[in-house]
């Protein structure tokens, strides 16, 4: 299907989109290892979600992409990117490691453009949101960049990823912007009537 590789995972409650940027606090003796192995390597690192305590077989893979406030004892924390959709075929423990490896498969689905309709909502959406402000162009004209400025909850926006991509992801996200809409004029009208009474 396509590709597969191995590379250390770090489970987590987090589910991001490719080009989302997130902070990491590393204070686990195995993760500490895990960071240090992967800056040494200059590899990436999988991260399986982790939904109501069950770790899930899909999640991200990401890059390193700055390292502060370490101290003596190791502890850190890091600005991780998001490279790719994944799913997680394995996971496994090494004698030789504290933290777990896994076998993933790479879903490349970095390129997907979001459509006429969905651009149209997204902007309307945005609009409403920031109370007039234009939003700023999207730079890549990537679904997923489109996506991240939402700021979907991590267990809402895995609900939205399916192997049908991009097909089933814009549907949901157009359902989901055309509910937001819904909800905010309804919000905005009730301001309205509260201010004329």
Known sequence: MNDIQTYPIFPLSVFAFPGEEFELHIFEERYKHLVNDVMESHQMFGIPYVLNGETQDRGCLVRIETVKNQTDN????????????????????????LYMEGNVEL?????????????????RFMLMRDEGKEPEPLVS????ELAARLKIPSNQKFSFIDDQLPEYFERNLTNFLTLQIQIESMTQEMGSRFVLN
């Open 74 to 97: 190791g502890e850190m924390d890091i600005v991780v990117k998001v490279v790719e959709l994944v799913n997680f075929l394995t996971r496994s423990s090494s004698p030789s490691k």
């Open 141 to 144: 004209n990537n679904i997923f």
């Open 107 to 123: 879903l490349h689905f970095e390129d997907t453009k979001p459509g006429p309709r969905l651009l149209l909502l997204y902007h």
